[in-house]
């Protein structure tokens, strides 16, 4: 069994909580507020700027050419896919001051950034994967949930759910994929416990979007 079967069939738990979400059920059928949509899409803002950076960082410490440039092009794409979902909300996402995120956005970024520091890269590399697998999952999910008709978030329901999305999340499984072939049982073990941590805050980052969590005063 390759590593990347394994690490999501230890996340599956998780994975299945994340369906359960009220923002998710929610933004299936249409009825999610608006106020907490924007105030999700503000945080993931926030939070991929930060993502894109920390690819980045990952292709700086990769060796083989083809993994750096696939890193690259997955940096650039988070750019991408934020300048898409502002341009698709723009007047609603206007506002007065500067965003801080959350304390779950934060902690998500915080997590990112100490791995990437500290942590051998493969154990860096399966940090960042549940970002593009559980994504794509769920937006896989709610493309074959979904309801059609009317939908005000069918913009972000489309770029996560879509072909050119796929191709990067099965790339960066690939890649991950190569590399724990290399390793040490141990050092796998390390990917995959940073793996389920990294999937655990996909869930929290939703459910805190839903409960637009504020810092205490």
Known sequence: MKWSEEAWQSTKPVYEKILALP???????????????????????????????????????LNDPGHIEAFIHFAGGTLAVEKVLHQSFM??????????????????????????ANAPIEVALATVLPC??????????????????NNPYQKWIDTYGGEEFARSVISAIAICDEIAEQCTEDRKKAMTESFIISTKLEWLFWDSAYRQEQWPV
């Open 132 to 149: 593009f697998w559980v994504y794509k999952e769920v937006g896989d999910y709610i493309l074959e949930h979904q309801t059609k008709d």
């Open 91 to 116: 007047q609603e996402l206007k506002s007065n001051g500067a965003i801080e995120p959350s304390p779950s956005c934060l902690l998500y970024i915080s997590f990112l950034q100490k791995q990437l």
């Open 23 to 61: 923002f998710i059920k929610r933004l299936i059928n249409g009825t999610l507020p608006k106020e907490t949509f924007l105030f999700y899409i503000r945080q993931d803002a926030i939070y991929l700027s930060d993502y894109g950076k920390v690819l980045t960082g990952i292709a700086s410490k």
